[in-house]
């Protein structure tokens, strides 16, 4: 089982140079492949990266026992010109997805196509980003109601209950998928992600102080121009950012 995949790019592309020679590929792929991806996951925040709190206990065992492509950057940071490019290997121009509204079919095959054409039962969960799964996709379940037409509304709930309805989903695929059949399996995850909640028991194991600044992390428009801002932003406020960031 491979159970999560990371693509590094450089910052340009390198000019492609001559190959020749027998390049059939002697890779046997995993009956079962699960690729997880997890929406606004800030690594300075995961333990593996800082000392200070033990935030990602589960996730650092799992890298402790993997391959850790520690300086992949994202070619931007925007969902779905990012997510197109991890799932096709391209950069925007060539995938053509450059915003997260008006999403064009990719220009090359994804992933999760390519899969499916190899023959394996193909499954798409995703809270965000949810273009993706609806090619090639033999199963598919999106909890982003918001946003795309002719899905499941789910409104109302946080971004952590989306997501344990995406992990209920696919424990359920994993019993009912077709007998002698190789699985893929595509997870976007939402969580973290604005808006930020001070989430307890955590927020007072990382913020034991109590708060008096006027900022409220709840409020996506005042994030915003804080991040836009020019001006430094004020060490009480940032701890607050941190505690309730690593609450999520």
Do not use: K
Request: some cysteine; proline content about 8%; charged content about 20%.
């Amino acid at each position: 089982m491979i159970p999560l995949l990371l693509v590094a790019c450089r910052p340009e592309p390198a000019a492609p140079e001559p190959v020749s020679g027998d390049f059939t590929s002697r890779w046997e792929p995993a009956d079962v492949v699960v690729v997880v991806m997890v929406d606004t996951l800030a690594r300075q925040h995961m333990g593996r990266w800082q000392d200070e709190a033990d935030t990602t206990p589960a996730i650092d065992a799992f890298f402790s026992q993997s391959a850790v492509l520690a300086n992949t950057l994202a070619v931007r940071g925007l969902t779905s010109t990012a997510t197109a490019s991890v799932l096709t290997g391209t950069w925007p121009r060539t995938h053509r997805v450059r915003n997260n509204s008006g999403w064009p079919t990719a220009a090359v095959p994804t992933l999760i196509e390519r899969f499916n054409d190899a023959g394996y039962h193909t499954v798409g969960l995703a809270a965000n980003a949810c273009q993706f799964i609806h090619q090639s996709t033999d199963v598919e379940r999106c909890v982003w109601g918001q946003e795309v037409e002719g899905i499941e509304q789910v409104l109302g709930i946080g971004h952590d209950e989306r997501d344990r309805m995406l992990l209920d989903a696919f424990v359920e695929q994993l019993d009912a998928r077709p007998a002698d059949t190789p699985l893929f399996a595509w997870i976007h995850l939402m969580n973290p992600h604005d808006p930020y909640t001070r989430t307890e028991p955590w927020y007072s194991e990382f913020h034991p102080e109590p708060y008096t600044g006027d900022l409220d992390p709840e409020d996506p428009d005042q994030l915003d121009a804080l991040i836009l801002s020019e001006e430094p932003i004020d060490a009480a406020d940032l701890a607050e950012l941190h505690a309730v960031y690593r609450s999520q």
